[in-house]
């Protein structure tokens, strides 16, 4: 399966995006996903990560009340819903499949999406 975040672009901070992230080649099905982020000069970071079909949901404590995930399982697409944008929320963003393990750590995915940037102007 392939990955591709969509949604990218610049906003002022207090606003709010949409990233999506649509599978082809394969699905989504019976596999979690989850968004990771990556600030200039920062590791990779978990972000958010949801169950299938979708009963679960983590959330990293940076956004929790700001950020919310979601899936399509139809449409074979993850969605980010990000509101209340903060400067520092400015990274690129990335969708991958939750294989196993920790869900809060990279190396538990695969199938990684070639990330859509972001920036929240102040």
């Known amino acids: 399966v392939q990955l591709q975040a969509y949604g990218g672009g610049l906003v002022q901070a207090g606003g709010s995006l949409r990233l999506s992230c649509e599978a082809s080649g394969g699905t989504f099905s019976n596999v979690g996903a989850g968004w990771f982020r990556q600030a200039p000069g920062k590791e990779r970071e978990s972000v958010l990560a949801?169950?299938?079909?979708?009963?679960?949901?983590y959330y990293a404590e940076s956004v929790k009340g700001r950020f919310t995930i979601y899936r399509d399982n139809a449409k074979n697409t993850v969605y980010l819903q990000m509101n209340s944008l903060k400067p520092e929320d400015t990274a690129v963003y990335y969708c991958?499949?939750?294989?196993?393990?920790?869900?809060?750590?990279?190396?538990?995915?695969?199938?990684w999406g070639q990330g859509t940037q972001f920036t929240v102007s102040s």
């Open positions: 991958a499949v939750h294989r196993s393990g920790n869900v809060y750590v990279s190396g538990s995915y695969d199938s």
């Open positions: 949801i169950s299938w079909p979708g009963g679960s949901t």
